[in-house]
Every structure is written in structure tokens, then in C-alpha cells.
């Protein structure tokens, strides 16, 4: 289900689509977000969190949520961005690509580690 004002054929015919597929997407999102609660506590793989301290679209006690139901994680990384809107992706972009690589090493090493043991 998509937001009233965008089920008007002209308006959903002018704005692009990845407007639209973001707004189908929140409006479904609390939905389909509690269908998922059960499944948290089965995710074990490392977890990066990072969001913008002033994000307009995305509360901030998210990242407390994350902590609380991830708890079978091996590691747990939560960064929020100061002064820093939703769109980080561009904004910290080099920051982001960063941890992302550290990440990627760490489960790099922890897979050799465990070749290791065997």
C-alpha cells in the first residue's frame, strides 16, 4: 500500500521511481518489521550498525533495539554520526567504505582462524 497522495496516476508518473519504491517500502516496513522480532536472536553473523545522529527517517533508539535483540551476534559495532542527517552514505561515505573493509578482514581472519583449528 502506497501513501494517498502518491496513488494519483500524475503524480506517481512524475516522481522518480525510487521515490515511489521507498514510500511503498515505509508503509509497509512496521508490518513486515514485526514479523521479523522473532528472528533476531537467530542472526549470528558480525553486525555494523551505522546512522546519522539527526536522521529524520529512521529513529535514533534503533540502535538500542539492535543491541537488545542481537545477542547472538560475535560482534556488534553501532555508530552514530554526529550532527548528521539520513543520507550518510554520502556524506561519510570514505568513513563508511572503511569500516566496511575492516569488517570484511575481521570475518576474513576469524574464517582462516577457525581453518586453522581444524
Known amino acids: 500500500k502506497i501513501a494517498p497522495s502518491l496513488e494519483n496516476p500524475v503524480i506517481n ?6 521515490i515511489i519504491s521507498a514510500n511503498r517500502e515505509k508503509m509497509t ?7 521479523m522480532l522473532p528472528l533476531w536472536n537467530k542472526i549470528n ?6 546512522q546519522g545522529e ?5 529513529k535514533t533508539s534503533n ?7 542481537l545477542v547472538k551476534v560475535p560482534f556488534l559495532d ?14 561519510r561515505r570514505q568513513v563508511i567504505r572503511s569500516k566496511i573493509f575492516e569488517m570484511l578482514e575481521m570475518v576474513r581472519e576469524g574464517t582462516e582462524e577457525k581453518r586453522e583449528k581444524k
Open 54 to 58: 539527526n536522521d529524520a527517517l529512521i
Open 13 to 18: 508518473w512524475i516522481l522518480p521511481r525510487a
Open 78 to 91: 553501532i555508530m552514530i554520526f554526529k550532527d548528521e542527517p539520513h543520507v550518510i552514505l554520502h556524506s
Open 63 to 69: 540502535a538500542g533495539f539492535a543491541r537488545e535483540h
Open 29 to 35: 516496513h512496521k508490518n513486515e518489521l514485526r514479523k
Open 45 to 50: 553473523v558480525p553486525v555494523m550498525y551505522m
